[in-house]
């Protein structure tokens, strides 16, 4: 089945800076990349997704970029702010006709002012 | 988006005894919802799928026996949680997909087991 590796595991960056979280999945059927920000104890909230038929997609501060031929696809963030600090996941859906979610291991980001 | 609510947020219980988490999608009809459990700085695992009307389609390694759920409506569906013991203590979370079309899901709150 679907296996989505995420990486790092933990980032801590400066206030201001940039925070890149990548991911590799393994499915190359996969067509629907969400990321989801995940405050401690709270739900996890869609921040951005992404799907097969597109390379990039900026939303504000946010943008993720997927490159099919490599299987992988990576959240960046730009102008970090201490908010931005949380758990962040990426997901792949595995397959065309299945809308299940496999979930990346995580990647807890720490903004520092 | 969509709104959905689990209940309860949390519940405390003796070993041996069954939990039911609810979870409800509050502003349109979910025929399928899906059920994860997430232990402590870990990610969220699919445990399984919840279709209206018909039988959950389970993950892999988990236990259908253990984990019962019922999707009785198209906004209501439960997660019981039989047997309990400690290696269930976990977060479970729902979620709803809203379009098909758009595999965009929508997640509850999250209800905090914790069996003594």
């Known amino acids: 089945g679907e296996n989505v590796e995420q990486h790092p595991s933990t980032l801590s960056v400066q206030e201001g800076d940039s925070a890149v979280i990548k991911c590799t999945y393994s499915?190359?059927?996969?067509?629907?990349f969400p990321w989801y920000k995940q405050e401690l104890g709270k739900r996890p909230q869609l921040i951005i997704d992404?799907?097969?038929?597109?390379g990039e997609k900026k939303d504000q501060r946010i943008a993720v970029t997927l490159n099919k031929t490599a299987k992988h696809f990576s959240l960046h963030i730009t102008e970090t702010q201490p908010e931005d600090s949380a758990v962040y996941f990426c997901?792949?859906?595995?397959?065309?006709?299945?809308?299940?979610?496999?979930f990346g291991t995580g990647t807890r980001l720490q903004v520092f002012p | 988006g969509a709104v959905v609510s689990q209940h309860p947020s949390w519940v405390i219980c003796k070993s041996g005894t069954s939990v039911k988490i609810e979870c409800r999608s509050l502003?349109?009809?979910?025929?399928?919802m899906f059920w994860y459990r997430q232990f402590p700085k870990q990610s969220l695992m699919l445990m399984a799928t919840?279709?209206?009307?018909?039988?959950?389609?389970?993950e892999q390694g988990v236990e259908k026996d253990k984990f019962l759920i019922n999707h009785a409506s198209l906004t209501l569906s439960t997660l019981t949680v039989t047997s309990a013991h400690p290696e269930d203590s976990s977060f479970y979370i729902c979620?709803?997909?809203?379009?098909?079309?758009?595999?965009?899901?929508?997640f509850g709150p999250g209800t905090r087991l914790t069996v003594l």
């Open positions: 979620s709803v997909e809203r379009d098909r079309t758009s595999n965009e899901q929508f």
């Open positions: 997901a792949a859906s595995p397959r065309v006709n299945t809308d299940k979610l496999i």
């Open positions: 919840s279709n209206e009307g018909s039988k959950a389609t389970y």
């Open positions: 502003d349109f009809q979910a025929t399928t």
């Open positions: 499915d190359s059927a996969s067509n629907y």
């Open positions: 992404i799907r097969s038929n597109v």
